[in-house]
T-cell receptor
Framework: ETGVTQSPTHLIKTRGQQVTLRCSSQ?????VSWYQQALGQGPQFIFQ???????GRGNFPPRFSGLQFPNYSSELNVNALELDDSALYLC???????????????FGPGTRLTVL | DAKTTQPPSMDCAEGRAANLPCNHS???????VYWYRQIHSQGPQYIIH???NNETNEMASLIITEDRKSSTLILPHATLRDTAVYYC????????????FGTGTLLAVQP
């Protein structure tokens, strides 16, 4: 158990719809990263939020957007869903405490999104 | 793209040491080597990381070659619960590091 929670666990949507996924970071962590993991592949970095600001983005289109709240929880929004968006969506929290040994990212269990 | 190369799969007998290799020939001087694992349908779990020196914690040991172009993760006494996909990642470290995963090594621990 990492203390990172995600909701919902599973979700089924149809093509063209919009979806919002949620992540609660581990207590005290102010950085949240989102990853997409297609079946049989390693996770791919989507974007990262640090203290409510976007801090880096991977190669994903603008219909993938996010938000981080003052309590450091985060949302991932995907508009105009496509079949290829079917994947496990993972969030990870971390705390840049200055010492390199504190840079571990703690992953949640993920949200399995199926687009029909 | 991932900066690491790992074998797609390996087997290990329960109770024996599992040695998982990773090549990272283009690693730069201030990049760390991280290892994560992912048990089926769960989120990745941090195992260990290092820069130059060998590292050991309660889960595993990390051996980095002197030229830093390759490393080996060692699970000293593998159990069935260690069956997972193991990812070797290189990055600059820090809590805002964006992890670049490859396809990893599927370690199957056999009874």
């Amino acid at each position: 158990e990492t203390g990172v929670t995600q909701s919902p666990t599973h979700l089924i949507k149809t093509r063209g719809q919009q979806v919002t996924l949620r992540c609660s970071s581990q207590s005290g962590h102010n950085t949240v990263s989102w990853y997409q993991q297609a079946l049989g592949q390693g996770p791919q970095f989507i974007f990262q939020y640090y203290r409510e600001e976007e801090n880096g983005r991977g190669n994903f289109p603008p219909r993938f957007s996010g938000l981080q709240f003052p309590n450091y929880s985060s949302e991932l929004n995907v508009n105009a869903l496509e079949l290829d968006d079917s994947a496990l969506y993972l969030c990870a929290s971390s705390f840049p405490g200055g010492a390199i040994d504190t840079d571990t990212q703690y992953f949640g269990p993920g949200t399995r999104l199926t687009v029909l | 793209d991932a900066k690491t190369t790992q074998p797609p799969s390996m087997d290990c007998a329960e109770g024996r040491a599992a040695n998982l290799p990773c090549n990272h020939s283009t690693i730069s001087g201030n990049e760390y080597v991280y290892w994560y694992r992912q048990i089926h349908s769960q989120g990745p779990q941090y195992i260990i990381h290092g820069l130059k020196n060998n590292e050991t914690n309660e889960m595993a040991s990390l051996i980095i070659t002197e030229d830093r172009k390759s490393s080996t993760l060692i699970l000293p006494h593998a159990t069935l619960r260690d069956t997972a996909v193991y990812y070797c990642i290189v990055g600059y470290g820090g809590a805002t590091n964006k992890l670049i995963f490859g396809t990893g090594t599927l370690l199957a621990v056999q009874p």
